[in-house]
């Protein structure tokens, strides 16, 4: 059997194909930078069901590292914090660790939704053309109501979500990063929630959070990185 | 000057000067149990400002501590976990501590609000007398809404507050506590916060919430307390 030694992440992208945006592969795209492990990126679509069944997946993140497959942000971030020992921690001891995955449940439950219904609407046409109707349908069911519906309350759900980002704020007062005086995965989980909105907004959210995009800046540049990449 | 040995906190009373209902001061209380410290709690009302005026404050918790005296529930935790260094640490290392501050900031921003929206309208009757009028007039300042309002929506409120827990039960699926093993101080902030829900309202909050009775039982469980103490 041939090893491949070549690192490679499956990242969702849109019509464009270096239109990187999904939330869970940011987060494993700075875990991996966190890691100072290098990787190539594959872009995928949501419908490029056949792509990742080599994984026994139908999402991504997909990652491949060596003769290791590993689906799902959650067990990649996992596999690459036991696998990579003797890289800088993801997570922190345990109570930090155990705290990070309250980050992710508040991320998911609260932020992600929020971002969502302001965002979906927009995203829907940036998007391939193979991917609109099932994005636009699979996400409508979820929210239980119409992008059009959405959009109309476009302004309300821009302040709801910027009430869900007060913790944010409150916190990013009082220390640099979630995770103290540098970034750790808590953070990246955060930076992978406001890339996306970022990314999928017209106009863009948060240009008037100048506090937050300074954390963002601030994320990037622990590890290198600059704004204006689309995939790392 | 005399050195007083006694350590007393002084704790949010009700009419009955056993009904102990203050989240603030419920962070305090379990953070003084897992320092393994002793201590008396002293029964203060909403309008007595005199009894407090020689911490230079208007509010509890008020922590006398020998020749200390500390002022707000974050001053509190951070004296307690600087002055006894040989007790269990109430926040673990760095990022624990900082991601703490994230629980805190959430708690207040999104968790008290919500619960406030609930139980407000109840907690009035329950006040000593003379609380009442200041109570009534300044959370209806705070939430910009009478209390009658907010009696008339208390079920979508209900509703609305067990949104804002959602994280809470998706973190207790995978661990314990919210700090993993054993809790720290951010379980402190959400018992606090839980243990007010309960106490101030009729008919009580998360009697349908198993879950997180047993998580609240639990972390009394540590310290070896029980869930009928007023106080400790």
Known sequence: MERTTKRKLYDLAGADENFRFSPYCWRIKLALAHKNLPYETVPWRFTDKEAVAFADSIKVPVLVDGNNTIVDSQAIADYLESEYTNEASLFGDPPSRALTRFIKAWAEDALHPAIGRVVMPELVAKLAPQDQAYFRESREAMVKTSFATLSAAREENVAALKRVLNPVRTTLHVQHFLAGSAPSY??????????????ASTPRLLDDEPEILAWMDAVLAT???????QSA
Chains 1, 2 share one sequence.
Request: proline share 0%.
């Open 223 to 229: 590890y290198g990185l600059e704004d204006g990449i």
């Open 186 to 199: 808590a953070d990246h989980i955060l930076y992978g929630a406001l890339r996306w909105a970022r990314m």
